[in-house]
DNA sequence: GCACAAGCGGACCGCCCGGTCCGTCTTTTC
DNA sequence: GAAAAGACGGACCGGGCGGTCCGCTTGTGC
């Protein structure tokens, strides 16, 4: 995790900022978007007062990490994209990939779900990064009719509520391909054209941001 | 709304009591289970002091609330069963009605979703309420083989996130029956058995309260 | 109608958490 | 190697919120 500034750093301020990114990573992964700024600056060996000489505020850090998320996200669907014995596989690579992030770091859930609103090229980013993962279903004719990009963003947040059933639990990995499996088919062409209109997460976003100005 | 004790309250004591109740369920709905006591307080007409020695803390007037929740549950699968056009019906109706309570209702919405442990007679409650409402779908072989009451539960849970899609945002009515759609088609019959196991969320409840003690 | 238990509410407490201040220490630069 | 710019962290501040206290009011039973 490497963070590069218009304005050079000084050489401890650097190591510095760098340690609360990844400590503030881990805590949140454990604790959830409400973990307090001093644990996580405790976490990294520095003061608080450190921890807001680089993030103006908590939020800028949350948005920091959420970044990183996003690449991990396009990372994902690259790697996803090399499976190709059968139209779906790439999606639903994806999706359980997505499903495992959630899982294993409650910040991504939390964002994912409700809790969070994030920027908007970040959810430009994501969006594009979906449309190129669900590129071949589509192209093979295995998605139902009318499918979009921000039907599959939706399915990410329908698995990650179906494996968090209630604070503090995580389904057994063994039971995840049961829900990943229902929106595959949910989602998957024999089933006709999908009725209503589809989410559209950016145009959301979009207006949330600007109400909030 | 009301609430009978085994010590009868004095007039006035129960006239608020039941102020309270309704207060808390529409500051709820609307603000989510975060909204402050003394908040309620005030929209009840009452003082903060009034509220604490009705409730010994404010979780315990989450679950009166919740308890409210359970029995507007009920109710659904009894409405929901009079439908009977086709076998998915009751089960349509009842996640449908899901749906709707969520949208409006944010403090459901985060009790369904992961913000809250419900006690474990509720979760007793929802669930056989649940499997009530599946019945006629699984008589009439209209469900996947494997299909449990826990799996319609998580349904619900999934379709609050798929309307919900992050903080503040509420999708719009007409995409609704686009995800509740995918959810039905992938779990009805001609998708052959379902893989995995099935969550159970009443043993996670009792595992949870377990731990908490 | 009176006495008293029950109820009432506003002021208050303690805690937590985001954010700031300032005296001290470290890196850089010449 | 010295001075100045920059970084550091612990102490501190303020606001919000769950929960309590206490002096006053009101419903109730005789």
């Keep these: 995790m490497n963070v590069s500034n218009a304005f050079p750093l000084r050489a401890d301020a650097q190591r510095n900022l760098e340690r609360i990114l990844v400590a503030a990573r881990e805590a949140f992964a454990e604790g959830g978007l409400d973990v307090g700024v001093e644990e996580i600056a405790r976490r990294a060996g520095v003061g608080k007062a450190t921890f807001f000489r680089r993030f103006p505020t908590k939020e800028a850090l949350v948005h920091a990490v959420y970044e990183g998320f996003v690449v991990e996200v396009e990372e994902a669907v690259d790697r996803a994209l090399q499976e190709d014995d059968e139209p779906l596989a790439a999606l639903r690579a994806f999706l359980r990939h997505s499903?495992?992030?959630?899982?294993?770091?409650?910040?991504?859930?939390?964002?994912?779900?409700?809790?969070?609103?994030?920027?908007?090229?970040?959810?430009?980013?994501?969006?594009?990064?979906?449309?190129?993962?669900?590129?071949?279903?589509?192209?093979?004719?295995?998605?139902?009719?009318?499918?979009?990009?921000?039907?599959?963003?939706?399915?990410?947040?329908?698995?990650?509520?179906?494996?968090?059933?209630?604070?503090?639990?995580?389904?057994?990995?063994?039971?995840?391909?049961?829900?990943?499996?229902?929106?595959?088919?949910?989602?998957?062409?024999?089933?006709?054209?999908?009725?209503?209109?589809?989410?559209?997460?950016?145009?959301?976003v979009r207006e949330v941001s600007a109400k909030s100005v």
């Design 99 to 204: 499903m495992t992030t959630q899982a294993g770091n409650k910040a991504f859930f939390e964002a994912v779900a409700a809790r969070f609103v994030p920027p908007v090229e970040m959810t430009d980013r994501v969006m594009e990064a979906v449309a190129r993962v669900m590129a071949p279903a589509e192209a093979a004719g295995a998605l139902r009719e009318g499918v979009e990009a921000g039907d599959i963003s939706t399915a990410t947040k329908m698995l990650g509520a179906a494996i968090r059933p209630m604070e503090g639990l995580l389904l057994p990995e063994a039971a995840w391909d049961r829900y990943l499996d229902v929106v595959i088919c949910g989602l998957s062409a024999d089933q006709g054209p999908l009725p209503g209109v589809a989410a559209d997460p950016c145009a959301m």
